[in-house]
């Protein structure tokens, strides 16, 4: 990663998104760039992405709870995350792809490096995607993630949280980041949640909605995405 270059779509407001160097972070270090960032030529920022259609969505890729059953339930809190994906101006994004990837209830990664020896969920994958809808919605079912160590720097652990990418029909509509849930006592513990500036870290906290759960099935959870402008979601 030795003099590592980026490009930059806009000037990254850092008023909301965190530094690309944050030595409590460790692998920043390591990875972020150590030349100017090469700004995107203005002719090349309407340029469209590729479309995303039905055919790219399977029947259950929005419902966790389902697309990797074998012999029966996931374990673990089952709950409901929905939202509206958005431009800098409020204006809804339809036929957004937004694709998530998560740990299970106990901690624990479906990945060949993973550190964590919590057990694995034989009915759990941890991945999904969906289509935002006309207005910008999407909705998906999944299990409440765990904390696991992460080797960071000496008992380091993380919050309970949930990875989203987000890829709009622009260049500028492309967002990866991390949705939080409300009232985690690991948050002024993990040096990736305080990166981001403290006025802004809010955006990457999911809301609870009691009116939104489904009685004897699921609580639910409000997550809202802006891509670009002062209150854009934070890039994680």
Request: charged letters at 25%.
């Amino acid at each position: 990663m030795e003099n590592s270059q980026l490009i930059e779509v806009e000037p990254i407001n850092f008023n909301v998104q965190p530094p690309h160097l944050y030595s409590e972070y460790k692998s920043t270090i390591l990875r972020s760039p150590t030349k100017p960032l090469i700004p995107v030529k203005e002719q090349l920022k309407d340029l469209s992405l590729p479309a995303f259609g039905d055919s790219a969505i399977g029947k259950w890729d929005h419902d966790l709870t389902k697309n990797a059953r074998k012999n029966g339930e996931p374990i673990g809190e089952r709950i409901k995350v929905s939202g509206k994906v958005m431009d800098e101006y409020g204006r809804p994004l339809r036929n957004v792809l937004v694709e998530i990837w998560q740990a299970n209830a106990a901690g624990r990664y479906i990945h060949k490096a993973e550190i964590h020896d919590a057990p694995l969920d034989p009915n759990f994958l941890g991945a999904g995607r969906m289509l935002t809808d006309r207005e910008g919605r999407y909705s998906f079912y999944t299990i409440k993630p765990g904390a696991y160590p992460w080797g960071n720097h000496f008992n380091a652990w993380r919050p309970n949280h949930i990875h989203f990418s987000v890829i709009g029909h622009q260049i500028g509509h492309r967002l990866v980041t991390q949705m939080y849930f409300p009232g985690d006592p690991l948050f002024e513990f993990d040096p990736i949640f305080q990166s981001v500036p403290k006025h802004a870290r809010e955006l990457l906290i999911a809301k609870f909605r009691m009116d939104w759960t489904e009685p004897e099935f699921a609580l639910a959870y409000e997550f809202n995405i802006v891509l670009n402008g002062k209150c854009q979601t934070p890039f994680e």
